[in-house]
């Protein structure tokens, strides 16, 4: 099984200052078709999950610029530039070339 | 957009069988991967198994293999999750998601970011 992982399980941040989380797997989500299959979400309180970025850097429609990944292979990471008292919640990765979600980092402000 | 919504809240016994809906509000799942994920009380997500409606098509983590069926309608407007000898650590809220984008006569589905959830079925396991 690919296992993953992040870093930190917690964080909590000053409004407008910056965050960063890092997601790890133990093998290389690079498939053969070239696509890498790295994705993250997060869930709000009391709500389900919701896709924030797809293949490791597309952000979904809607989601606002400030969210941004990056990585290639094993090594990912989501940034928020400036955090906003909405981005509170649980964010995780997940891999989906056999899919599981890393244990997640929860979010909160100062 | 269609809207995946959830059928109700369950209470099963230890060693009985729980099967939870997920139907297509506004249309069809069709050729969407829907996945079911689950997530016991204050803890994580758990992937549990995926199907492809239109050609029934399903891969499950090997976790629950043997123990879960996903299975679709053949309207491609429901999908089932069927879990078998509930366990205590079943307990838990169950989501269907469907996956951002259609496959075609594949063999095995493959998952691009699942971009459409249901509201949760919470399950709980007690005798």
């Known amino acids: 099984d690919i296992v993953v992982t992040q870093t930190p399980l917690s964080l909590s941040v000053t409004p407008g200052q910056p965050a960063s989380i890092s997601c790890k797997s133990s093998q290389s989500l690079l498939d053969s078709d070239g696509m890498t299959y790295l994705h993250w979400y997060l869930q709000k309180p009391g709500l389900p999950p919701q896709l924030l970025i797809y293949?490791?850097?597309k952000r979904v429609s809607g989601v606002p610029d400030r969210f941004s990944g990056s990585g290639s292979g094993t090594d990912f990471t989501l940034k928020i530039s400036r955090v906003e008292a909405e981005d509170v919640g649980i964010y995780y990765c997940m891999q989906t070339i056999q899919p599981t979600f890393g244990p997640g980092t929860k979010v909160d402000i100062k | 957009q269609v809207q995946p919504v959830q059928s109700g809240a369950e209470v099963k016994k230890p060693g009985s069988s729980v099967k939870v809906s997920c139907r297509a509000s506004?249309?069809?799942?069709?050729?969407?991967?829907i996945s079911w994920v689950r997530q016991a009380p204050g803890q994580g997500l758990e992937w549990m198994g995926g199907?492809?409606?239109?050609?029934?098509?399903?891969n499950y983590a090997q976790k629950f293999q043997g123990r879960v069926t996903i299975t679709a309608d053949e309207s491609a407007t429901t999908i089932y999750m069927e879990l078998r000898s509930l366990r205590s650590d079943d307990t838990a809220v169950y989501y269907c998601?469907?996956?951002?984008?259609?496959?075609?006569?594949?063999?095995?589905?493959?998952?691009?970011?699942?971009?459409?959830w249901g509201q949760g079925t919470t399950v709980t396991v007690s005798s």
């Open positions: 998601a469907r996956d951002r984008r259609r496959q075609w006569l594949v063999i095995s589905p493959k998952y691009y970011g699942m971009d459409a």
């Open positions: 199907i492809i409606p239109n050609y029934g098509t399903t």
């Open positions: 506004g249309g069809t799942f069709s050729s969407y991967a």
């Open positions: 293949e490791v850097s």
